[in-house]
């Protein structure tokens, strides 16, 4: 590769006029004369001065459940109950189902910002079960059909979530662990090969070549290796195993898992709920819902029994922690589990709302945060949280000031696939309108360098990964995009419009 304005994102961060691969690792970094004379015999691919990154890394996303979506009714961006019903008849009338399933409807986006109730749904499906998750999908709608099909009702004992009623009804909506009751049936394995193919593709287009799947079970674990092993499968994958009992006896009982395309040394635990659905666990109660603190989805006990087992084994625990309260109680958990064990790399997923009394414990706990839900909550957040506590929400520089590194990710299909919107929400903290003026809580963001770091060498270091992927080094895959612009030098609003002209695997083109 030739011609290049490539960003190394090395100790220097320096530049890179031109490098050569062979064998699917960077073997030289050099002048474009310097490569062209000693690697004759290699394959010459002018990059016409271009912009060059290293693969783009998403440190937390749900890749197997976007591409799932892609088979499901899509509700991101309505901007009401009726829309989100429009939508659920208009997929029917297409695809004629026997179990509607879906994302993405958010009531903060609606004109009335109240969870919705299933009467008109069940006047529209009378007989087939519908279950459609909200955007962040800590929240599920369902209508009585499916309530009926599951056996479940007002009275159903719900520990770590909630069943919402109305004048003692139910509403059709459920938080949390109320959503484990609906039996939604389970995608054959056709459409499974399928969703990881459609999320390749996706991702690919996008210039990510490392995702950190945030919660898988070990029949998917597996579905990925075989796929990866035939060769269909070319996406490099963190694997987080969803913790179970059962998960967690089969899986440390093993040693780490690796291959050059698929790491398994990490569990994905939930501590609470997201704050859109007031399921995140609040040290005081919400500011628009008197007496009410969100919750923790398993009792202390549980969590401390995960993480004793987890720290007497090589494994790493990420746990998603949105509220305060969760914060603190999975930091102090680590911290006791961890007794002072050095480099073990434990992530906090989210980080989103930290009291000003504990950043210092992020000190050797690792935040994963995602730029673009601080951009998509800013319009409400307050409203849940009060003036002097959204000073510590969505606290990227802060977090980054302590531990020294952040990783980067999404969170899709929570948000969109785009890096690059994680790259504009991380370093401008505005909507795609230019709101608000001058930045969301600006003393927190981060600047362009310290953002394609935790895109990049940060999140491979969250994964244990640095030595072979995250930068353009000799000796490290050769995995790079090709930019349509230089997104470190472009105007901030031009961020959200870069293009992806190529993305490289291996040396591979694979977009």
Excluded at 147 to 165: A, M
Excluded at 258 to 284: C, I
Excluded at 380 to 406: M, Q
Aim: aromatic share 10%.
């Amino acid at each position: 590769m030739i011609n290049t304005n490539a960003y190394t994102v090395n100790a220097d961060f320096g530049m890179a006029e031109s490098f050569a691969i062979k064998d699917g690792k960077f073997i030289a970094i050099g002048s474009t004369k310097e490569i062209q004379q000693k690697y004759v015999a290699l394959k010459t691919v002018d990059a016409k001065n271009l912009s060059v990154v290293p693969g783009l890394i998403d440190a937390h996303c749900h890749f197997f459940g976007m591409g799932l979506q892609q088979q499901k009714v899509d509700l991101r961006g309505t901007k009401s109950y009726d829309e989100v019903l429009d939508r659920l008849v208009a997929f029917q009338k297409e695809k004629n189902t026997a179990f509607i399933t879906g994302r993405g409807w958010d009531q903060n986006d609606w004109e009335v910002k109240e969870f919705p109730t299933k009467e008109k749904l069940d006047q529209l499906f009378p007989n087939t079960p519908v279950a459609v998750r909200r955007v962040d999908g800590h929240a599920l709608l369902v209508n009585q059909a499916a309530i009926n099909l599951s056996k479940i009702s007002k009275d159903t004992h719900v520990s770590g979530g909630e069943i919402i009623l109305k004048n003692g009804k139910m509403t059709g909506v459920l938080v949390d662990a109320a959503m484990r009751f609906i039996h939604i049936p389970q995608p054959s394995k056709k459409e499974q090969i399928q969703a990881l193919l459609d999320a390749q593709k996706i991702s690919f287009n996008l210039g990510l070549t490392t995702v950190d799947d945030a919660g898988l079970s070990r029949q998917t674990i597996e579905l990925i290796d075989s796929l990866q092993q035939s060769g269909d499968l070319k996406m490099r994958i963190y694997a987080m195993i969803s913790v179970s009992d059962q998960n967690l006896d089969y899986f440390l009982s093993k040693e780490i898992i690796k291959t050059d395309r698929l790491n398994v040394r990490s569990f994905k635990v939930y501590g609470d709920g997201a704050l859109g659905s007031r399921g995140a666990a609040m040290k005081k109660p919400y500011s628009d819902r008197e007496n009410h603190h969100g919750a923790m989805i398993y009792a202390p006990k549980k969590y401390r029994e995960i993480a004793k087992r987890i720290a007497a084994s090589n494994y790493q625990m990420n746990t998603h922690a949105i509220g305060d309260s969760a914060n603190y109680w999975l930091l102090k958990t680590y911290k006791e589990a961890l007794k002072g064990q050095k480099d073990r790399r434990w992530r906090i997923e989210h980080a989103q709302i930290i009291a000003p009394e504990d950043f210092k414990m992020f000190d050797n706990i690792i935040p994963s945060v995602q730029p673009t839900h601080a951009t998509s909550d800013m319009y409400w957040a307050e409203d849940r949280v009060g003036k002097k506590r959204i000073k510590g929400a969505y606290a990227f520089k802060k977090l980054l000031n302590t531990y020294g590194k952040v990783a980067l990710g999404t969170d899709f299909p929570v948000e969109k696939v785009s890096p690059f919107l994680t790259f504009y929400a991380a370093v401008a903290r505005k909507d795609l309108d230019n709101y608000p003026e001058n930045g969301f809580q600006m003393k927190n963001a981060l600047t362009r360098e310290e953002t394609l770091k935790g895109m990049t060498i940060w999140a491979a270091y969250s994964n244990f990964e640095e030595h072979e992927k995250g930068s353009i080094e000799v000796g490290k895959f050769a995995d790079f995009v090709i930019l349509n612009q230089n997104i470190m030098e472009v105007e901030d609003t031009e961020i959200p419009n870069t293009k992806v002209v190529a993305t490289y695997v291996n040396g591979e083109k694979v977009k």
